[in-house]
């Protein structure tokens, strides 16, 4: 079946525009997470949707950050007014559920955001 | 807060020869322990994982063994392949969590022909 997707690939986009970061995720995954990968700071856990419910945003940098999932599924990332800092490999994973039993994530192949 | 400590790399070695990365954890309580690994050119893949003390993940050859008493979680693998080269990273998820990885972070593993 279908992986987990994301979309763009790749986005070189100037300081101070806000960008967008789409996630796909398999298809009945009721868990979704964020996560970002740098150089400076490794893989860091951004942000966790469970279904229709409120999401853990505790892992958020700064609250230029904000995520939104759309009728459990599709969820996007919205970085707004962007810092050199932001450049970093964005990574969604999906897993059948969340908390309580663990449940293997599945990882996307991620959108390269580069910052100018 | 939790965390994870894995050896620094790169880590280069011989087709055939022994593989150890070296990885250990802070954390309250006990979490499951999870190695995923990342290809050139591909997402993160779980490799193993293991969810309480003792138990022991494997899977294409590689095992890690979680010790409670030394917050440890190794990986090894007897005899590496050329296509083992990739990124392996050592990662936790807190117990009661909601599932988010802790990664240490990552060892980048080079073997030789």
């Known amino acids: 079946g279908a992986g987990v997707s994301q979309s763009p690939s790749n986005k070189v986009t100037e300081k101070g525009k806000d960008v967008e970061l789409r996630c796909d995720p398999i298809?009945?995954?009721?868990?979704l997470y964020w996560y970002r990968q740098s150089l400076g700071q490794g893989l860091e856990f951004l942000i966790y949707f469970q279904g229709n419910s409120a999401p853990d945003k505790s892992g958020l940098p700064s609250d230029r950050f904000s995520a939104e999932r759309t009728g459990g599924s599709v969820s996007t990332l919205t970085i707004q007014r962007t810092q050199q800092e932001d450049s970093a490999v964005y990574l969604c994973?999906?897993?059948?559920?969340?908390?309580?039993?663990?449940?293997?994530?599945?990882f996307g192949p991620g959108t390269r955001l580069t910052v100018t | 807060g939790d965390s994870v400590t894995q050896m620094e790399g790169p880590v280069t070695l011989s087709e055939e020869a022994f593989l150890t990365i070296n990885c250990t954890y802070t954390a309250t309580g006990y979490p499951s322990l999870f190695w995923y690994v990342q290809y050139p050119g591909e997402g993160l893949q779980l490799l193993l994982k293991?969810?309480?003390?003792?138990d022991k993940g494997s899977n294409k050859g590689f095992e890690a063994t979680y010790r409670k008493e030394t917050t440890s979680f190794h990986l090894e693998k007897g005899s590496v392949q050329v296509s083992d080269s990739a990124v392996y990273f050592c990662?936790?998820?807190?117990?009661?969590?909601?599932?988010?990885?802790?990664f240490g972070k990552g060892t980048k593993l080079s073997v030789k022909p």
């Open positions: 990662a936790l998820s807190a117990r009661g969590s909601q599932g988010n990885l802790i």
């Open positions: 994973a999906s897993s059948r559920s969340g908390g309580g039993e663990i449940y293997e994530q599945y």
């Open positions: 298809s009945g995954h009721t868990a």
């Open positions: 293991a969810t309480k003390a003792d």
